[in-house]
Each structure stands twice: as C-alpha cells, then as structure tokens.
C-alpha cells in the first residue's frame, strides 16, 4: 500500500515532442505528489508538486494531472528539448508522517533527441 | 542561500567497516531526511530527524542509523558495510511542514568492496 507505480521505464521522444510519465498510488492517505527531476551525478531537484483537491497543475512546459478516483497522476513535458534528457521519478507523501517520507516511483529515464 | 552540503562525495569501505556521512540543510530547515539509491531498488527512504528527534523511519536494518545536531546539521552511520550498501545516500532537508518542498543534496556515493 505503500508503493508508488511508474512507467514506462524508459522513454525516447523527437525534440518537440509530449512525453507522458505515468503514476499509480494506493495509499489514499497521501496528500502531496512531487516530480523530481534528476542529471547524472546530481541529486533530484523538485519540478513541479500537486495536490489532491486539484486536477491539473502546468509550471512553465511542466502539467501534472491527477485523477484522485483513479488514484492516478501523470507528468506531461511540453515542446520537449534535448535539456530534459533526465531520470524523472514521482513520489508521494502524507501529512500523516508530516511528510518527510517520500515514497517514489522507480523513475522513468528520458531521452529527448534533437 | 546555499543549498544541502553532503560530505564526503565519495567513498570507498571494505565490507564489515563503518561508515559515516554528514549532511549540511539549508539554512533555517530543521527536518533532514536520507534515502538511498540503487539502480535496482530506486530511491528509498531511511529516516527523517526534525529538530534533533527521528520522526519517520524507513525498512532498513539496524545497521543504519542517524542522529541530528542542534544545529540542523545530521550523520547517518552504517555498521558492518555489506556489500549491498554500495549506493548513492542522499540527503534532503525542508522546513518541517507537511507539502513543502523537500531539498536534495548531491549525494555521497558510497562503495563497498
């Protein structure tokens, strides 16, 4: 109940192109759904977060959207740039825990070619 | 402000050693978490100390373990290195409310011959 679903594992997209990250969480108890992005030899730095009261979240080429019933949430990338190619995990957390506990998905490595 | 400082960035143990490794938050955070990253198990969390208090704890063994300074600052320690520990650790620190942005550090790459 605890686990957070990715997919796909790997993703190769044309410059300009939409790549879909998908999420699946069962724990209804969780209230915060971050996206990380992460380079090679860097640690994940946060993109965008949602939470459960809304359905759709855009940060510049960043949207999130999340489907609360379906316990879904995915990461659209708009007008995507060979500068995305990155490991992209979402993750997951309650304030039942005071959300220090971060529970991700195994991460989606994407390719974007120019 | 500076961002989280990890140290050392990388290090090499022998198993049954111990380890320990020292994260840095952002100024004024008082809640450091760690996880671990591994190509096969992904990033996974070990603990969470806020205010010098270990308030979540992950699925790892005894062997790994934390502490926080006064100062925000905090340690984690492994006992008896196996080689399954071999992983990146890293460290992320936040305010301390719930949904707020939680600060990754770089990491300490750690390998266990």
């Known amino acids: 109940q605890q686990q957070v679903k990715q997919s796909p594992q790997s993703l190769i997209v044309q410059k300009g192109g939409i790549p879909i990250i998908n999420c699946a969480y069962e724990?209804?108890?969780?209230?915060?759904f971050p996206w990380y992005q992460q380079f090679p030899g860097k640690g994940p730095a946060l993109l965008i977060a949602i939470r459960p009261d809304v359905s759709e979240k855009k940060e510049g080429r960043f949207t999130i959207s999340f489907n609360k019933s379906a316990k879904q949430f995915s990461l659209h990338i708009m007008d995507s740039q060979p500068g995305d190619s990155a490991t992209y995990f979402c993750?997951?957390?309650?304030?039942?825990?005071?959300?220090?506990?971060?529970?991700f998905g195994q991460g989606t490595e994407l390719s974007v070619k120019p | 402000k500076a961002g989280v400082t990890q140290t050392p960035r990388y290090l090499i143990k022998t198993r049954g050693q111990q380890v320990t490794l020292s994260c840095s938050p952002i100024s004024g955070h008082r809640s450091v978490s760690w996880y671990q990253q591994t190509p096969g198990q992904g990033l996974q969390f070990l603990f969470e100390y806020f205010s010098e208090t270990q308030r979540n704890k992950g699925n790892f063994p005894g062997r790994f373990s934390g502490r926080q300074f006064s100062n925000s600052r905090s340690e984690m320690n492994v006992s008896t290195l196996e080689l399954g520990d071999s992983a990146l650790y890293l460290c992320?620190?936040?305010?301390?409310?719930?949904?707020?942005?939680?600060?990754f550090g770089p990491g300490t790459r750690l390998l266990v011959l």
């Open positions: 992320a620190s936040k305010l301390g409310q719930p949904q707020e942005t939680q600060y």
């Open positions: 724990n209804t108890a969780f209230d915060y």
């Open positions: 993750a997951a957390s309650g304030a039942y825990n005071q959300g220090g506990k971060l529970i």
